[in-house]
T-cell receptor, first 116, second 111 residues
Framework: DAGVIQSPRHEVTEMGQEVTLRCKPISGHDYLFWYRQTMMRGLELLIYFNNNVPIDDSGMPEDRFSAKMPNASFSTLKIQPSEPRDSAVYFC??????????????FGDGTRLSIL | RKEVEQDPGPFNVPEGATVAFNCTYSNSASQSFFWYRQDCRKEPKLLMSVYSSGNEDGRFTAQLNRASQYISLLIRDSKLSDSATYLCVVNHNNAGNMLTFGGGTRLMVKP
């Protein structure tokens, strides 16, 4: 079975440029999460969707960050304009609704973003 | 206080040793618990869920202590390939599938 697919795997761009990260969740999963990971701050939840609807975006650092999920099989995380402090690994994860317990999340390979 | 706290380590152990990690969580209403493993420059991967009665998967044993709000992971007969960061994960709340990740405990198994 295909896992969570993210693209690109690596992105290097100059400060001020727009960056778009993409994610395809596992088919049948109704939750999608965007995380950012750095050495200093660990794994931080940025935003998550349920059935394509954003539920909690309190982790989005500032207005330069935006995320969309136009359909069940695709989501984007956009940074505009990008800044060097945005350099991190960005992970997308998906999970499905469980009957009683929360279900584990399955992560994509991540996008390693470097802003120069 | 962090919602999920772990000793960052590193834990340096010889091959064949038994090693245990603990993790504490702050939300007494949490119902779901997991251990994830993350290799260097890779994504976190589910290692095992943690059940109330404790559970075992090969060399790995997970325990949950609700009264003290901690979770443990025991690795027996450690292998070089067990070297990784182990993330303790707790459901953030019972609405939705949000999970809160600990900062991870780094394990290095040496020959």
């Amino acid at each position: 079975d295909a896992g969570v697919i993210q693209s690109p795997r690596h992105e290097v761009t100059e400060m001020g440029q727009e960056v778009t990260l993409r994610c395809k969740p596992i088919s049948g999963h109704d939750y999608l999460f965007w995380y950012r990971q750095t050495m200093m701050r660990g794994l931080e939840l940025l935003i998550y969707f349920n059935n394509n609807v954003p539920i909690d975006d309190s982790g989005m650092p500032e207005d330069r960050f935006s995320a969309k999920m136009p359909n069940a099989s695709f989501s984007t995380l956009k940074i505009q304009p990008s800044e060097p402090r945005d350099s991190a690994v960005y992970f997308c994860a998906s999970s499905r609704t469980g009957s009683v317990w929360n279900q584990p999340q399955h992560f994509g390979d991540g996008t390693r973003l470097s802003i120069l | 206080r962090k919602e999920v706290e772990q000793d960052p380590g590193p834990f340096n152990v010889p091959e064949g040793a038994t090693v245990a990690f603990n993790c504490t969580y702050s939300n007494s209403a949490s119902q779901s618990f997991f251990w994830y493993r993350q290799d260097c420059r890779k994504e976190p991967k589910l290692l095992m869920s943690v059940y109330s009665s404790g559970n075992e998967d090969g060399r790995f044993t997970a325990q949950l202590n609700r009264a003290s709000q901690y979770i443990s992971l025991l690795i027996r007969d450690s292998k070089l390939s067990d070297s990784a960061t182990y993330l303790c994960v707790v459901n953030h709340n019972n609405a939705g599938n949000m999970l809160t990740f600990g900062g991870g405990t780094r394990l290095m198994v040496k020959p």
